[in-house]
C-alpha cells in the first residue's frame, strides 16, 4: 500500500517509511495511523531546519563537521620495532680461515606514530599536489658538460694513436702536441654541444615550463577541493557527507 506524508502530501518510499521523519518537510511520521501516514498531532519540527540540516534525515543532532571528525580521528601510537644486529668475529688461534663465530642480539626501538580510524581515513582530506621534477634531466646535463672535457681528451689521443701508434711523450705528434688536436678537441665539444647538449637543455626548460603549469592547474583545483572539504559535514545517523545549500558554491 503506497504512503503518503500527512503534512507535505508527498509519496513515501519504504525506506522512507522506516525513517522516524519525512525526508521532504522533517515532520515526525506517526508509524500508528490508520491510514499509514502520519498526523498532525505528531510532535512537530521548528519549521526552519538548521543550516546544517542533514538532507535526508533533516536533522542536526548527528551532523558534525567533516574536518572535526578527522581531527579528532588522529591517534598517536607508540610501537617497538624489532632491530637484530648481526656479528662474526673470527678465531684467529684457528689456521681454519672459515672458523668464524657468528652472533646476532636483537633490541627493540620504540616508533611514535599517528593513526587514523576507519572513519578518519574515508574523511581525510584531499592530497596536496607535488610539482613534477627534472633533477634527472639536470645531472645527465650536467654530466654531459664536464665529462665532456675528459671524453674529449681521451678523442684526441685515440686519433692519435690511429695514426701515430702509442703516445709518447718523448716524440711529439701533430695531433697530440699540435693544434690539429686543439682543433679536434674543441670541434669534437662543439658538436656535442649542438646535437647533443642544447637539445637537452631545452627539453629539461620547456618540461620545467609544462611541470609548473601542470602543478599551477592542480594547485588550483586542490585549493576548491580543500574549500569544500573544510565545508562539508557528515551525518553519523545516514553516513551522508553534504555541504549546507548556503555553503555550497
Given at each position: 500500500?503506497?504512503?503518503?506524508?500527512?503534512?507535505?502530501?508527498?509519496?513515501?518510499?519504504?525506506?522512507?517509511?522506516?525513517?522516524?521523519?519525512?525526508?521532504?518537510?522533517?515532520?515526525?511520521?506517526?508509524?500508528?495511523?490508520?491510514?499509514?501516514?502520519?498526523?498532525?498531532?505528531?510532535?512537530?519540527?521548528?519549521?526552519?531546519?538548521?543550516?546544517?540540516?542533514?538532507?535526508?534525515?533533516?536533522?542536526?543532532?548527528?551532523?558534525?563537521?567533516?574536518?572535526?571528525?578527522?581531527?579528532?580521528?588522529?591517534?598517536?601510537?607508540?610501537?617497538?620495532?624489532?632491530?637484530?644486529?648481526?656479528?662474526?668475529?673470527?678465531?684467529?688461534?684457528?689456521?681454519?680461515?672459515?672458523?668464524?663465530?657468528?652472533?646476532?642480539?636483537?633490541?627493540?626501538?620504540?616508533?611514535?606514530?599517528?593513526?587514523?580510524?576507519?572513519?578518519?581515513?574515508?574523511?581525510?582530506?584531499?592530497?596536496?599536489?607535488?610539482?613534477?621534477?627534472?633533477?634527472?634531466?639536470?645531472?645527465?646535463?650536467?654530466?654531459?658538460?664536464?665529462?665532456?672535457?675528459?671524453?674529449?681528451?681521451?678523442?684526441?689521443?685515440?686519433?692519435?694513436?690511429?695514426?701515430?701508434?702509442?703516445?709518447?711523450?718523448?716524440?711529439?705528434?701533430?695531433?697530440?702536441?699540435?693544434?690539429?688536436?686543439?682543433?679536434?678537441?674543441?670541434?669534437?665539444?662543439?658538436?656535442?654541444?649542438?646535437?647533443?647538449?642544447?637539445?637537452?637543455?631545452?627539453?629539461?626548460?620547456?618540461q620545467n615550463k609544462a611541470n609548473a603549469e601542470t602543478f599551477r592547474r592542480q594547485t588550483e583545483l586542490w585549493r576548491q577541493n580543500m574549500a569544500a572539504w573544510e565545508a562539508s559535514y557528515f551525518c553519523f545517523r545516514?553516513?551522508k557527507i553534504f555541504i549546507p545549500k548556503n555553503d555550497a558554491s
Amino acid at each position: 500500500m503506497t504512503k503518503f506524508c500527512g503534512h507535505c502530501g508527498n509519496q513515501l518510499s519504504d525506506e522512507q517509511q522506516a525513517l522516524p521523519f519525512c525526508p521532504h518537510c522533517g515532520n515526525r511520521l506517526n508509524p500508528g495511523a490508520p491510514s499509514g501516514a502520519s498526523t498532525a498531532s505528531a510532535p512537530q519540527l521548528p519549521a526552519k531546519k538548521p543550516v546544517n540540516a542533514c538532507p535526508v534525515c533533516g536533522l542536526n543532532d548527528e551532523v558534525k563537521k567533516v574536518s572535526v571528525i578527522y581531527e579528532d580521528g588522529k591517534r598517536d601510537v607508540n610501537f617497538s620495532v624489532p632491530v637484530t644486529e648481526v656479528h662474526s668475529e673470527r678465531n684467529y688461534l684457528s689456521d681454519d680461515p672459515k672458523d668464524i663465530r657468528v652472533t646476532s642480539t636483537t633490541s627493540y626501538r620504540e616508533v611514535t606514530g599517528t593513526n587514523l580510524t576507519a572513519l578518519a581515513q574515508r574523511l581525510a582530506p584531499p592530497a596536496a599536489p607535488e610539482e613534477g621534477s627534472t633533477c634527472s634531466l639536470l645531472a645527465l646535463e650536467i654530466f654531459l658538460w664536464f665529462g665532456g672535457f675528459m671524453g674529449n681528451a681521451l678523442l684526441v689521443f685515440f686519433v692519435n694513436a690511429i695514426f701515430y701508434g702509442s703516445y709518447n711523450s718523448k716524440e711529439p705528434t701533430p695531433i697530440a702536441d699540435g693544434p690539429l688536436g686543439l682543433v679536434i678537441y674543441f670541434g669534437a665539444y662543439i658538436l656535442e654541444f649542438l646535437l647533443i647538449i642544447l637539445p637537452l637543455h631545452r627539453k629539461r626548460v620547456k618540461q620545467n615550463k609544462a611541470n609548473a603549469e601542470t602543478f599551477r592547474r592542480q594547485t588550483e583545483l586542490w585549493r576548491q577541493n580543500m574549500a569544500a572539504w573544510e565545508a562539508s559535514y557528515f551525518c553519523f545517523r545516514d553516513g551522508k557527507i553534504f555541504i549546507p545549500k548556503n555553503d555550497a558554491s
